[in-house]
């Protein structure tokens, strides 16, 4: 599972596993699933992810964690 935030757009992804996008759906205001093939979520997408979710903590709480990644953030090129 990887959160990407997009500060340029206040845009918060949870990539819940691998795969292509193939089907989206808003089931909340500013809140659309990904959905692949098979018609599993892959993804979740939070539009003005700041003005509905503290950014500055993350907690984890009862996770069968056997990896912790930390990745800094690859600049993009303008």
Request: proline content about 6%; glycine content about 4%; cysteine-free.
């Amino acid at each position: 599972m990887i959160f990407r935030y997009h500060p340029d757009t206040d845009m918060l992804y949870i990539e819940l596993s691998n795969g292509v996008s193939i089907e989206s759906e808003e089931v909340a205001p500013g809140i659309v699933l990904d959905f692949n093939e098979r018609n599993q979520v892959i993804g979740i997408e939070i539009e003005d992810a700041s003005q509905f979710i503290d950014l500055s903590t993350l907690e984890l709480l009862a996770l069968p964690l056997t990896n912790l990644v930390f990745s800094k953030p690859v600049p993009v090129a303008a």
